[in-house]
Structure formats: structure tokens, C-alpha cells
T-cell receptor, first 117, second 108 residues
Framework: GAVVSQHPSWVICKSGTSVKIECRSL??????MFWYRQFPKQSLMLMAT?????????EQGVEKDKFLINHASLTLSTLTVTSAHPEDSSFYIC?????????????FGQGTRLTVV | TQLLEQSPQFLSIQEGENLTVYCNSS?????LQWYRQEPGEGPVLLVT?????EVKKLKRLTFQFGDARKDSSLHITAAQPGDTGLYLC????????FGTGTSLTVIP
């Protein structure tokens, strides 16, 4: 099946610094990529949808200036958490879809555990 | 409010028992998917159902899509500790809508 690689798997950073998380589709071109946030034993909360070459669409309540998303190529999307604070600590997951509209099937990265101290 | 509600939210059962997880909505979906997620990992797709009334089996797991394509169920027969994880349904309309999740623990 299609492989999506997310890096890093975990990161610890100091409050006030920025952290970049990468999401790569290894064997297919991802027209659409999704970024999610997840709290322990809870479902995925969609943060934003990004299409290659265009600005990401953020869900209501998600600060676009804090969570910067770049989808510069068909195989790479990045999420940068700027000026991170302890409340940003969470599990972040990306998914990538090869579909033209991105809504047929999606493949998930392994997630990134972010801890802000 | 979530478009897809799963029940139960938490389930703890003994090895060998059967269980059913429900995924309900008032909205119609073009397809519905079930995922299992283990701690610290991303969700893994188990199955996609497309046709109303469709039933799919994956070893001890049986998935059913409601006739009206608004709901789905996942039935596990003779649960094993390896079935432990977070089960998520996801409906597809104009985007993916994830259910509220069911955390399953199978006790040896």
C-alpha cells in the first residue's frame, strides 16, 4: 500500500521556539494533505487541508499564523508550530491522498509527539 | 458537534468475548472507512464500504454499511489482546469526517 512518512516521530522543544514537522508521500503523488491533532484516546481533529501549490484551508478555531502549513510539492507538506507553548503539546498526524479532490482514500503518517517544556 | 458519533466511547472486555462498535450519523456518506490506531502510531485503514447494506469480513472482524449509508457497525468475534486499540470510523462526503472514536481494551 501507499506509504506516508512523517518526521520526526517525537520532538521536545522549549517554550517560545518553533518546530517543523514533515509529511512525505513516498510512492505516490499527494494532491491533498491533511493535518490532524489528537489528544490521548480521542479522535482526530482536523486542523487544515492543503493542496499542492495553494494556501491551506484551516478549520475554524485553528490559528493559521501559529500553525504554518506549506505544501510546496506533490510529495511534501510541512507543519510549523510557531512560538510553541506547553498547550501545543499533542500528537500531530498527517495524511495524504492521491485523489484529485483528496476525498476518496487517505494514508496516514506515523504521527509526531510534540512536547513543549 | 461531530458528524459521526461512535459508541461506545470506551470498552474493556475479556479475551474471547464478542463486541460491536457503532458509527452513527444523520448524514449520508459516499463511503465509510474503519481504521485502527495503536498508541503513538497513525491510524491504519481496515476497510472501506461503499454500497448501502454492504458487509465485509476481515478475519474475525465484520463491517456493515447501513442501507441508507448513514451508519456502520464493526463486530469483532472472539476478541484477542492484539485487537486492543482506538477504532475510528470515517465518512467521506466532501471531505473526511472522523467519528468520535472507540477505545477498546481486550484483557488476556
Amino acid at each position: 500500500g501507499a506509504v506516508v512518512s512523517q518526521h520526526p516521530s517525537w520532538v521536545i522543544c522549549k517554550s517560545g521556539t518553533s518546530v517543523k514537522i514533515e509529511c512525505r508521500s513516498l510512492d505516490f503523488q499527494a494532491t491533498t494533505m491533511f493535518w490532524y491533532r489528537q489528544f490521548p484516546k480521542q479522535s482526530l481533529m482536523l486542523m487544515a487541508t492543503s493542496n499542492e501549490g495553494s494556501k491551506a484551508t484551516y478549520e475554524q478555531g485553528v490559528e493559521k499564523d501559529k500553525f504554518l502549513i506549506n505544501h510546496a510539492s506533490l510529495t511534501l507538506s510541512t507543519l510549523t508550530v510557531t512560538s510553541a507553548h506547553p498547550e501545543d503539546s499533542s500528537f500531530y498526524i498527517c495524511s495524504a491522498s492521491p485523489g484529485a479532490r483528496g476525498y476518496t482514500e487517505a494514508f496516514f503518517g506515523q504521527g509526531t509527539r510534540l512536547t513543549v517544556v | 458537534t461531530q458528524l459521526l458519533e461512535q459508541s461506545p466511547q470506551f470498552l474493556s472486555i475479556q479475551e474471547g468475548e464478542n463486541l460491536t462498535v457503532y458509527c452513527n450519523s444523520s448524514s449520508v456518506f459516499s463511503s465509510l472507512q474503519w481504521y485502527r490506531q495503536e498508541p503513538g502510531e497513525g491510524p491504519v485503514l481496515l476497510v472501506t464500504v461503499v454500497t448501502g447494506g454492504e458487509v465485509k469480513k476481515l478475519k474475525r472482524l465484520t463491517f456493515q454499511f447501513g442501507d441508507a449509508r448513514k451508519d456502520s457497525s464493526l463486530h469483532i468475534t472472539a476478541a484477542q489482546p492484539g485487537d486492543t486499540g482506538l477504532y475510528l470510523c470515517a465518512g467521506v462526503r466532501n471531505q473526511f469526517y472522523f467519528g468520535t472514536g472507540t477505545s477498546l481494551t481486550v484483557i488476556p
